[in-house]
């Protein structure tokens, strides 16, 4: 069946709802480090705990779409989400939220399942557009549910964000159950085979490498941000509370609308050519970031141009590799997202270290020095093909 403009809207509420999950503890990391009475890095394990679980949940369930029936897959994993939200509301220490926090993660990959599900319903001709719409819905959903947060956490408390959480993933499994068609598999091995597959794809597709690597810087420096952002925002000469570091999560949502405009591009040109515009943009973001730190304006710029990297950078790729092997398009994400989020979990435990380190110079630095790896790997490429790899 072709894909509806409402079936494409409701996969991208879900995915921007239930993808929210693993990003509702950033702005609360402050006021969890109080309650529990831990130092602010510690408790901002609690992000990085998050990241590894989705990273673990990518690399063992997303390759199961390719074998098990999609939707009865996605329904499971949003019910098992909303168990590990209810529990991390009713965590009694900070060891009990970090586990909490990785089960989380783990079982909130259900964006990443409903992405090939959707390229693999859309119109060649419109699968960028598609990927596009439903990506704005991903990264909103990331992005304002630190603001969100903040507010649920400033004025209710840390607690009551997750109890909400719990229940409006509860809500999507019945919405994907009623709106959500159903899909065949396309593959009959066993599981064992289908993981071996993996290495395969790695080894035989360079421009799943290429693609894999750069994402995975982008969402480093990513990362890296919002992780350490509450830092810098709650400290002098801000000192926000939570509402108001979440409301950064506004700004960010400005450069993620410009999905389906950067998916239309990916359609009709090269999307090579957004990723190198991607890659610029985050290193403006950053050298203002840290020009202009003590600018609320500044770090406001400096969000907007780091969301608009990313998303052309993200977008673009996932156009390149859902391309390659329609058959295959669930193990090729699983690579794709698994080694991006590698990059998100790295760019948080570096966030922490490096503001331990450095506080606010220390964050920039690493993130300046992340995106020239990704440009040196972007520009090798190039040179060796001799021509834009699409």
């Not at 790729?317 to 989020?341: C, K």
Request: charged share 10%; with cysteine; aromatic share 10%.
């Amino acid at each position: 069946m072709s894909l509806s403009k409402w079936n494409i809207s409701i996969m991208a509420l879900c995915t921007g709802l239930i993808v929210a999950n693993i990003y509702y503890s950033q702005p609360l990391l402050v006021l969890i480090s109080k309650e529990f009475g831990v130092s602010e890095s510690n408790a901002g394990q609690v992000t990085f705990f998050t990241q590894v679980g989705y990273a673990l949940g990518l690399l063992f369930c997303v390759p199961l779409g390719d074998k098990l029936e999609r939707k009865k897959q996605i329904i499971t994993m949003t019910g098992l989400a909303a168990a590990a939200l209810f529990a991390a509301a009713m965590s009694v220490n900070i060891t009990m939220l970090k586990i909490m926090g990785l089960i989380i993660g783990f079982t909130s990959i259900v964006p990443q399942l409903i992405l090939p599900l959707a390229a693999s319903l859309a119109e060649p001709s419109r699968r960028g557009k598609v990927i596009g719409v439903v990506m704005s819905g991903l990264l909103i959903g990331i992005l304002l549910s630190r603001t969100v947060s903040g507010m649920v956490g400033q004025h209710l408390s840390w607690r009551a964000m997750f109890w909400i959480a719990g229940g409006l993933s509860t809500a999507m499994m019945v919405i994907m159950f009623f709106s959500f068609p159903a899909s065949k598999s396309s593959f009959s091995g066993t599981y064992g085979a289908l993981m071996r597959s993996l290495l395969t794809l790695v080894k035989e597709q360079p421009l799943l490498r290429e693609a894999s690597l750069i994402n995975a810087c982008g969402f480093a420096v990513f990362g890296l941000f919002w992780t350490t952002s509450v830092f810098l925002l709650s400290n002098p000469p801000y000192s926000f509370g939570s509402d108001v570091i979440g409301l950064m999560g506004l700004a960010a949502a400005t450069g993620a609308l410009g999905a389906p405009l950067i998916g239309r591009i990916a359609d009709r040109r090269n999307p090579r050519i957004a990723i190198g515009y991607g890659l610029t943009c985050i290193l403006l973001g950053y050298i203002i970031f840290w020009i202009f730190r003590n600018s609320l304006v500044g770090i406001i710029v400096g969000i907007i141009l780091l969301d608009l990297g990313l998303q052309g950078v993200h977008v673009s790729n996932q156009t390149r590799i859902y391309a390659l092997l329609p058959e295959a398009r669930n193990r090729m994400n699983t690579v794709f997202m698994t080694v991006s989020f590698i990059g998100t979990s790295l760019g948080s435990g570096v966030g922490l270290w490096v503001w331990d380190m450095g506080k606010w110079s220390g964050v920039c630095i690493a993130g300046l020095s992340i995106m020239l790896i990704a440009v040196m790997i972007y520009l090798f490429t190039y040179k060796k093909e001799g021509k834009p790899a699409y």
